[in-house]
């Protein structure tokens, strides 16, 4: 799967997304990650990316033609007879690649929506970092399929949030983490996965060693007896009782 992230800031993701998860999957060849420079799709020659609200108005608002510029230079990348198409809703529409717009407004994203995505054997996911104030809403009503947010709070772009969606993502696809069993384990995406983000993420307390640990004289940080038993049925019923 490849995942598009339009920005006008390409090399925040640099650091993040080239360590850890998102680097063995991309080496692994499960995803390829690629940023467009949105300023590279500009039309002016001062690279212009926003303008002032028009009626009036504080603030700028993120203009439409390099957006759409740059969508349309990945679809026809993608398919070099790409159409407008005209009469869907969304005039970039592509069954197998959708658009989505990083936005405040947007729903919320959910681990139900990670598992949508990437159980879709998608071809691509594009996904647009707004910035300022707003984008120009022909890019939300001709461009784009969805809009997601990642939290009832305003950032100042959408650039965290692509990064963020991308990550829960990719972990779900197949041969992008190390150990496939501790997807299996992960109880938000096991039990809870329907129920949205307002619930608690259910999984059992994790301990590691040292089983006793005093970081001072009259203090002893002990690991519970059960979880050193090697009994496996007990240890089970004891994660089961601890679940949140
Ligand atoms: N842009 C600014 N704040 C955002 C949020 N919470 N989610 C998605 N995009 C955003």
């Known amino acids: 799967m490849t995942f598009h992230i339009i920005t006008i800031f390409p090399n925040i993701f640099d650091s993040y997304i080239n360590e ?16 467009h420079d949105l300023r590279k799709y500009a039309t002016d020659k001062h690279k212009t990316t926003d303008d002032t609200p028009t009626g009036g108005g504080p603030g700028m608002v993120m203009k439409p033609e390099p957006i759409f510029n740059c969508l349309k230079a990945i679809r026809e990348k993608e398919n070099p007879d790409f ?5 869907s809703k969304n005039i970039f529409f592509s ?22 995505f990437a159980s879709k054997k998608l071809n691509s996911v594009i996904l647009i ?20 947010s990642i939290g009832p709070y305003v950032l100042s772009g959408g650039e965290l949030p692509a990064v963020v969606i991308t990550e829960a993502i990719t972990r779900l696809l197949p041969g992008a983490l190390g150990n496939p069993d501790s997807l299996i384990e992960e109880s938000f995406s096991k039990k809870l996965a329907l129920a949205g983000a307002e619930r608690s993420a259910g999984e059992y307390p994790q301990y590691t060693k040292p089983s006793s640990f005093s970081p001072t004289k009259e203090l002893e940080l002990t690991t519970p007896e059960v979880l050193l038993s090697g009994n496996h049925e007990k240890i089970k019923k004891w994660r089961n009782q601890h679940s949140q």
């Not at 850890?20 to 940023?35: C, Y």
């Not at 159409?83 to 009469?87: A, E, L, R, V």
């Not at 658009?99 to 994203?109: A, Y």
């Open 83 to 87: 159409k407008i198409q005209k009469k």
């Open 20 to 35: 850890s998860i998102l680097k063995r999957a991309q080496e692994a060849g499960v995803v390829t990650i690629v940023m």
């Open 95 to 116: 069954e197998s690649s959708p658009i989505l717009l990083m936005t405040p407004r947007g729903k919320q994203f959910t681990q139900k929506d990670a598992q949508t």
């Open 129 to 148: 970092c707004g910035r300022y104030e707003g984008i120009d809403q022909r890019v939300h009503d001709y461009m784009i399929d969805s809009e997601f």
